[in-house]
């Protein structure tokens, strides 16, 4: 009776958590399509605000700004924290321990901190150097705060593999960049996928490290969305969250469904191998 008890009232007090958890985006959602600015009254159904959306050039400014800024920064950080990882792994424990600890320092450190850091350093360089923060300042900031990402994705792949994987390969004649090309990075593709895409959906989310290192000139999506509630609170609001939760609803939906297939592709694998020592 007891254990029922408490069983009903963990689903009970789950569901509160995901009610309020979920309630306000849902809400977001529903008035994003409402034929009036009242936030309280439904007047009807209506894509007016998206329409509305699509024809504010401050917007979407903001939002070509963001994607360029993510997409470059994604790809920038990816390919730099992946050879990152590969040197970590390369070396012995200590200095691997120590380096990795201090990888892991920006993911816990404060954005502000951060941001306010790297706009001191950019400012610092800028009268040395004769720039000004802005778009540059901006992809440095980003690419800067994702490589620690990219390098914990992709670590866990270079853990299991084969450490003499390589060496066979070039033992059979493969070149050092053939063996780490279409040896190596078969096994790292996954790792790698999953840290490109943790670092596009990493830019398009931050706010406080772009909003002190992107200057005067930039304004990323989340700063923009910041300066409309500043001045008016626009149903345009509504229908911008609703896009982006969207698209990072998608990413993290891709996200699983690899990470399901290969939890999958492994167990398949070590299923025909079994079969194989026994037969």
Known sequence: MNQKKNGAMTRLFTVLVYVFLYLPIAVLIVFSFNDSKSRTVWAGFSTHWYQELFRDEEILSAFSTTITVSVLAALIATVLGTAAAIGFHSM????????????????????????????????????????????GTLLLAHITFNIPYVVLAVMPKLRQLNPNLAEAAQDLGATPWQAFWKVLMPELRPGILNGALIAFTMSIDDFVISYFTAGSEVSTLAMQIYAMTRKRISP??????????????????IVNVRQVRQEKQRQRLALRMRKGDAA
């Open 92 to 135: 012995r424990r200590r200095p691997r321990n120590l380096l990795l600890t201090i990888n892991s320092i920006p993911m816990t450190n404060a954005d502000i901190i951060t941001g306010v850091s790297l706009m001191l350093l950019f400012v610092f360089a800028g009268n040395l150097l004769g720039f000004s923060l802005g778009f």
């Open 236 to 253: 345009e609001i509504n229908a911008l969250s609703t896009i982006l939760f969207a698209i990072v609803l998608t990413l993290l939906v």
